[in-house]
Every structure is written in structure tokens, then in C-alpha cells.
């Protein structure tokens, strides 16, 4: 731990140099510009029709992102402490929102908004490549998981969730059972019944 860093500053210098090699001179401008914010449990950090400006770090808590169709929620992803997220669609475009992101507990953010985030792109070759990085770890999970919702077989599924998204253990280990049959695509019953059954099989 660096002793001249807060104890949030320390947590994105970690969190950036597992992603690339960063040193202090490089993570000044970027502490600069953090902001941290606590969120209550129920409260939401984005709603439908509002625009994302911001890209976000869970510190502490369990961020919850989902879609409403038809009056039923379809679950989009999970951001537990050590994840980052955003709605990158409205961030991009500048265009209202169709997706929620809501707290399921208590927790703790720190984000970068994104006037900050395009000043340290052009000034901060570090940050760049960190942001590249990222933005293409979470779109090549929610592709793999993309390819999951595509087999009908529930088995398969729930195969393919524990082999192929890096996150899976950290899932199952903290999120609800109910959420993660939403985040597959199946009933909470049939999700119970499949893991049930690859346990056995195992």
C-alpha cells in the first residue's frame, strides 16, 4: 500500500496496474480527477431515460444492472467489489438510458466522469491502453454470455456460465441464486434443478 494514497486511491492503483503496469507519476493526473460516492441499498445510481456519464469501480457492495421488458426484468450484469461498470450505449451516444443500475446492498463506488475520462485518454498513454483493456473485458464477457443465452438446453447453460465467465465463482459465492437464473435466462427452479443436477454429475 502506498502511504501518500488514500485508502481509494490505493485500491484503483492496484486494480489499474493488474490491469497494466502504472507507476505513481503516472496515477497523479488520474487520482486528481476520482470521486467516491455511498449509496444506499434500493437506491439507483442510473435510471431508464437518464443519460451515463460516469464509469464506475465498486469498492464495497453489489451493483445490480437490468432492463425492464414487457413489465419483466431481464438482468444485464452483476458488479460486485473490484468491478467496473457503466451503460456504455448512453455513455457512447449521449442517449437516454434503458437500462437500471440499482444497489442490492449498501455500497461504495469510486468513478471517473467522463469529461475526466476524455481529457486522460488524450494526455495519458497509460490510461489509455488501461481503458481499452477493461472496456474489452467486460464486452468479451457479455459476449460469451450473449453466446450462452442462445442454447435452449438449461444444463448447457449453466455448463457454459461456470467455464466460460471469468466471474462465475465470485456469482455464485455472492449473488443470489434467483438473479443468477435471471442472468441465464431460466426460471429460479430450473436453475436450482441444473445446478443440483451438475453437482451430482460432477
Known sequence: MKEHFSVEENILFNFFNQVYPLTEKDFEPL????????????????????????????L?????????????????????????????????????????QEALTDSEIIYFEKED???????????????TKLFEQVHLEREKRSLILQHKNAYKKYELFLN?????????????QKLIANYLGMTAETYSRVKKTYLKNA
Open 60 to 100: 464495497k457492495g453489489f451493483i445490480h444492472q437490468y432492463t425492464i421488458i414487457e413489465a419483466n426484468l431481464f438482468t444485464i450484469d452483476f458488479s460486485l467489489a473490484g468491478m467496473s461498470f457503466n451503460n456504455f450505449t448512453s455513455y457512447m451516444e449521449n442517449s437516454p438510458s434503458d437500462q437500471v
Open 117 to 131: 475520462i476524455d481529457k486522460l485518454l488524450l494526455q495519458s498513454h497509460p490510461f489509455s491502453i488501461i481503458y
Open 164 to 176: 466460460t465467465i471469468s466471474k462465475s465463482k465470485r456469482f455464485l459465492e455472492e449473488v443470489p
Open 31 to 58: 487520482a486528481k480527477v476520482i470521486r467516491k460516492k455511498k449509496i444506499k441499498k434500493g437506491e439507483f445510481l442510473l435510471g431508464i431515460g437518464q443519460v451515463e456519464t460516469k464509469t464506475s469501480l465498486v
